[in-house]
C-alpha cells in the first residue's frame, strides 16, 4: 500500500499540480506568437464606425436662422452640460439625442425619418446636411454617438463600462474593468459584435502582441467581452510558494490518513 502511495498515487497527484499552475506565459500579455499563442497575420487598420440600430446620436444645428435652430436643437446647451451630452452622462441626456430605430432611422424635426444605420459619422453628416437643405439656407452640424458602452462578463470583472473616446484598445477598454484576474483564460476570450445586422461570436487570444493587427484590438459600442475561467481554478496555486504550500499540506494529510488505516501489529 505504501509503495502504492509513494510511487504511483503521490506522483501521478503532484504532476497533475505541477501542470496546473499558472504560468507568466498564462498571464503576460504582447507575446511573441506561437506554443499556443495565436497569430494575426492580416494587417487591419482603424475603419471608422458604422452606425447601427439602437444608437444615439447627439445632434446639434447651428444658423443664423434662431427660431429654427431652437426647434432643431430643442434648447440652449452651452459649456460642461453639451459635454456630459456627448459622454451620455446627463440625467436630460434623452433630451437632446435621436434613437436609430429597428428600422434604421432616427425621427428628426422639420425633417421626418433619415435612414443613417451603415453609414459613417461623416457620411450621417451629409446624409442630415442634405434634407436640412430644403428648410434651411446657411447652417452646420455637429453630430456625435453618445451613450457608447461595453460590457464585460468574467470571473472578476462584470459590468457595463463607458467609450469614452472614438478609438478606444482592448487594452484600455480591460483597464477600465481593473485588468483581468489570474485564472482568467485570456487565451478564449469571446467577443459578441454586431456586424451588419447579425449578431456574431468570434474568440481570440488576448496575449498575442499580433492582437494590434486584429479586429479585436478596438472595442465598439454594444461589443460584450465573455471571458472565461481557467481550469486551472480548480486548485487555486498562482505561484511557487502556493504550490509548495500545497503540496506539503497534501503530502501530510495522505501520510496521516494512511497511518491511520494501517492495521496495527
Not at 430644403?134 to 459590468?159: C, P, T, W
Not at 467577443?191 to 493587427?213: A, C, M, P
Not at 490518513?257 to 492495521?263: R, T
Request: aromatic letters at 12%; a neutral charge.
Amino acid at each position: 500500500m505504501q509503495k502504492l502511495l509513494n510511487y504511483i498515487i503521490l506522483p501521478a497527484f503532484f504532476a497533475a499540480i505541477m501542470g496546473s499552475c499558472i504560468t507568466a506565459r498564462d498571464i503576460n500579455y504582447m507575446q511573441p506568437a506561437g506554443g499556443g499563442i495565436s497569430a494575426y497575420v492580416d494587417s487591419l487598420s482603424f475603419s471608422d464606425y458604422k452606425l447601427k440600430r439602437g444608437d444615439y446620436l447627439y445632434i446639434k444645428v447651428y444658423s443664423i436662422d434662431e427660431n429654427l435652430t431652437e426647434i432643431l436643437n430643442g434648447a440652449a446647451v452651452v459649456g460642461d452640460v453639451t459635454q456630459s451630452l456627448r459622454v451620455g452622462e446627463s440625467p436630460v441626456a434623452d433630451l437632446f439625442v435621436y434613437l436609430i430605430d429597428r428600422q434604421g432611422n432616427i425621427d428628426f424635426p422639420l425633417t421626418g425619418k433619415i435612414r443613417l444605420t451603415g453609414k459613417t459619422l461623416r457620411e450621417a453628416n451629409r446624409e442630415i446636411e442634405k434634407k436640412l437643405a430644403n428648410v434651411l439656407s446657411e447652417f452646420s452640424i455637429d453630430i456625435q454617438i453618445v451613450k457608447k458602452y461595453f460590457s464585460v462578463i468574467g470571473q472578476d470583472k462584470s459590468g457595463r463600462f463607458p467609450i469614452t473616446k472614438e478609438k478606444m484598445t482592448i487594452f484600455e477598454a480591460l483597464a477600465m474593468t481593473g485588468d483581468l484576474g489570474n485564472y482568467s483564460d485570456r487565451s478564449k476570450i469571446q467577443l459578441i459584435r454586431e456586424i451588419d445586422g447579425k449578431t456574431l461570436i468570434k474568440t481570440f487570444d488576448i496575449r498575442s502582441v499580433d492582437i494590434i493587427n486584429s479586429e479585436f484590438y478596438y472595442v465598439e459600442p454594444n461589443d460584450i467581452l465573455y471571458v472565461p475561467t481557467m481550469r486551472n481554478e480548480f486548485f487555486g496555486i498562482s505561484n511557487l510558494t502556493g504550490l509548495i504550500s500545497f503540496v506539503l499540506t497534501t503530502y501530510s494529510f495522505g501520510f496521516w490518513v494512511y497511518k491511520l488505516a494501517k492495521p496495527t501489529q
